[in-house]
């Protein structure tokens, strides 16, 4: 997919966006999996415009995927211990299945690979069949599971998945 631009969020209207997008992508993919009561609050929590400021001022990276001049969806990575957690990856419902996710995947090995990181790492909703099939295919190992209270009275129930950078 040639058509695809990567931009880096360096600025508050690009925040702003990513924030955009995250609500209507969580709010059509997500009710199937979590309420929308804990829909609200992980993107209030987690995917807010502030939230998203203040993670960047932490040292998060969030990314833009444009396709075709259209926000197609984002990323966000965070270096931890010498690997990247691949914190977000999320691909807008009419942008899914055309190689977008494949296209990310390669440029964060290739940041892996330049920075020296051995490993890129991520969690999944255990309910997700969709999201766990794809990171399959690219190559991820389920290595153990974990649940999280966020707060709220909300639990994330995930598993942790790897992928070696070689």
């Given at each position: 997919?040639?058509?695809?631009?990567?931009l880096p969020v360096t600025n508050e209207e690009l925040i702003l966006n990513v924030a955009t997008m995250a609500e209507e992508i969580w709010h059509e993919y997500f009710p199937a999996l979590i309420s929308e009561e804990q829909?609200?609050?992980?993107?209030e929590?987690?995917?807010?415009?502030?939230?998203?400021?203040?993670?960047i001022?932490?040292?998060y990276e969030y990314f833009l995927l444009i396709h075709d001049y259209t926000f197609a969806g984002f990323a966000g990575v965070h270096e931890e211990n010498g690997s990247l957690f691949l914190s977000k990856l999320y691909i807008h419902k009419d942008f899914r299945g055309n190689g977008i996710s494949s296209k990310v995947m390669k440029n964060l090995i290739e940041l892996?690979?330049?920075r020296s990181?051995?490993?890129?790492?991520?969690?999944?909703n255990r309910g997700n069949e969709s999201a766990l099939a794809i990171y399959k295919h690219f190559g991820f190992i389920q290595t153990r599971e974990q649940?999280?209270?966020i707060g709220g009275g909300f639990v994330m129930d995930d598993y942790?998945?790897?992928y070696p950078v070689k």
């Open positions: 997919m040639d058509d695809l631009r990567i829909i609200d609050y992980m993107l929590k987690f995917l807010s415009f502030d939230s998203i400021f203040e993670q001022q932490n040292g892996c690979k330049v990181l051995d490993k890129i790492w991520l969690t999944c649940v999280s209270e942790i998945l790897e």
